[in-house]
């Protein structure tokens, strides 16, 4: 009966680095850009993004990077 709940999870290990959870968060951040809606309304430019600075789309046309 140990043996065989040890066998299920050596196979259990096995299979769970190849379930994709780092996926999920980037295509919802891709499908739903996040908005800031303090007065003026910018946009997240998710494509622009960094790992110190994010880049908005600000309604007047112009960027704006914040760091």
Do not use: H, R
Not at 30 to 58: A, D, I, L, R, Y
């Amino acid at each position: 009966m140990l043996k065989k709940i040890f066998i299920q999870l050596i196979v259990l290990a096995m299979f769970f680095p190849f379930i994709p959870i780092g996926n999920f968060a980037s295509v919802a951040a891709k499908e739903s850009p996040k908005t800031n809606t303090k007065g003026n309304e910018k946009t997240e430019v998710v494509g622009e993004w960094t790992q110190t600075s994010k880049t908005f789309n600000n309604s007047d046309g112009t960027y704006t990077t914040e760091i």
